[in-house]
């Protein structure tokens, strides 16, 4: 088994149609891409008018993204040498195998297996929460570009992107999820939402050990790694996604966030890249309209 | 009311627990290091495969399935300096260089199509010697003197049972023609021959030797 996986050779059964991070926002139902005139909050929340098919699309994301951060945790068992493990030393410089940048502490390792067990929960979770909601498993495509956060070749970088970055992101979306069920009087959402959420705080709070105690003596190394979970934190607010403001679907869980280990200037930060990002796409989106208006103005002489 | 003062045995007539075993310290710190090792290996092989299989149900056995070998090495790991072992990764061995080539054979498929072979590997060759090695352990160590050893063998027995019936399910509800009847007949074969010439998991002797054990006492003691 080769050690690193590429994105696009993910196995999937028949049901599943994978596209990437440019097809999803240049789909219409995506969060601002519809061209009629929008509702002051896109919150999502029971009163929305499209509230049902919003939440089983987030519920299909949460799902897809479920299984994907299940195969990058599995990905870093397997991908990086355990500290100590001469056998495997011997075998990796056997085949002339230097592509890794370091081995990894055994307890690092642990730690991930035990975040595959959770994810694999977290699937199994919301192939039911799906089913519940009267969703279907292949009812929305699957935006790979979160397996593609767990695709470093440095351990540290994974853990920031995956663990800091897209855990984080996670707990904002399961906080909306669990807030969804609870205004939309739905105990069984807000119940299973509520237990993947006490999960993602611990994943990321374990990216955040990690991150300080591997790097603790590698300023530079610390510091390439907070790059790249800033570089995976603006690629998952792309469009306004989630923020603090209104107009975004996913909210930011500040509290949650601090118990996860994110200091108060972190949880700013990405609170800015995030408003940054959500005003980026609106003024995309204001381009595209007037470009459709004039085409439409065209066809129309 | 019983007289609290009247001397009673240390070992109550349920109690038939045996001093002598066959492992002294030393022998049994090197089972250990290399069950550790196959454990280790076995969880990053769970963790790596489970990107490159589609059967849905087969990718979560699997993330689940890691976890239990990862804690399998973790109780290992911590008994070692516990058998004087202060540097675990000393003995964190494979049995042997046929162990090695098990290993390497049994993570060699990865083709999207290979599920039953990954599923043959581990279920059908790798676990069943895991619980041979690891009853052989629990049946012939000093019941009182490595009785954390046996506390960790009963947990993790528990978890190999377990997960040998899931993935033998699962291979049974993935085979489904005569062909693949064979496919997974020779794929075990084959592994099953490397992990002949290793021995077992903890090398020859895995499941007990031909020739007496001398390492340890193995009489006398006896409640």
Known sequence: MRKFFPVEELARDSRFNQVTMKDRMADPRSALGKDEPRQKSNRLVPSRPDASAAARGLMHGIFVGEIQALEGAGRTCHDFRTAGDSARRAQDDAHGDDSFVDAVPFALKLDMARQAWDEARHVEISVKLSDWMGGEIGEFAENTVLFQAACSSDPILRLAGVNRALEGLAIDVFTTMKEFGDLAGDPYLEFCEDWMLADEVTHVKMGSDWLRRVTEHDPDRRKQALEFQSVVDKLFSYGGTRSDSQESPIGLARRFRELAGFTADEVEDIAEVSLAALDERKVAVAKMQAAAAGVELLATT | ?223
């Open chain 2, 1 to 223: 009311m019983a007289d609290p003062y009247k001397p009673r045995a240390p070992f109550a007539p349920w109690d038939r627990r045996e001093l002598p075993g066959l492992f002294d310290v030393e022998e049994s710190a090197r089972r250990v290091g290399n069950y550790k090792w196959a454990e280790m290996k076995l969880f990053e092989a769970l963790g790596g495969w489970v990107a490159t299989v589609p059967e849905l149900d087969v990718k979560m056995r699997l993330g689940t399935h890691c976890y239990k070998h990862a804690w399998h090495s973790e109780l290992w790991h911590k008994r070692l300096p516990e058998l004087r072992e202060m540097n675990p990764d000393r003995l964190t061995q494979p049995a042997n260089d046929a162990m090695v080539r098990f290993v390497e054979a049994m993570t060699e498929p990865e083709a999207p199509e290979q599920t039953i072979e990954k599923l043959v590997g581990v279920y059908r060759v790798f676990i069943p010697h895991f619980i041979a090695a690891y009853t052989f352990h629990k049946n012939n160590t000093s019941q009182i003197t490595d009785a954390p050893t046996i506390r960790s063998l009963q947990f993790i027995l528990q978890d190999e049972f377990d997960d040998w019936r899931d993935g033998e399910m699962l291979i049974q509800s993935l085979i489904e023609t005569p062909d693949e009847v064979d496919r997974a007949s020779a794929h075990q074969a084959r592994l099953g021959k490397l992990m002949l010439e290793a021995g077992g998991i903890a090398g020859p002797g895995s499941i007990g030797a031909a020739t007496p054990a001398t390492t340890a006492a193995t009489s006398g003691g006896g409640s």
